[in-house]
């Protein structure tokens, strides 16, 4: 229990930027499982249109400093390249 009123306004402070904060990072972790398990399932096209919407929300997460920007590069990274094994596997051998 706060005994000061300053500790008392970061505590309500802290608990508001708290419920913002997990919208976005929620948001972000849903589109990147969702992305990951089309990936895994060989569902090419919806895969690709997954991976966009996990990369725009990593990249809003990562705007309004809910996760490092340089976390968020590196989850895009590793989704583009799963998406690009999984386009190489799709393509037929030439």
Known sequence: MPNKPSAAKRVRSSRRKEAVNRVHRGR???????????????????AREAVHE???AFDKA??????????????????MQQLNELEEQAQPAS
Not at 62 to 79: E, F, P, T
């Open 62 to 79: 990562a705007q309004k400093g809910v996760i490092h920007k340089n976390k968020a590069a590196r989850r895009k990274s590793r989704l």
């Open 54 to 56: 996990a990369q725009a």
């Open 28 to 46: 972000a972790r849903t589109a990147d499982k969702k992305a990951r398990r089309l990936i895994a399932e060989g569902r090419l096209e919806e």
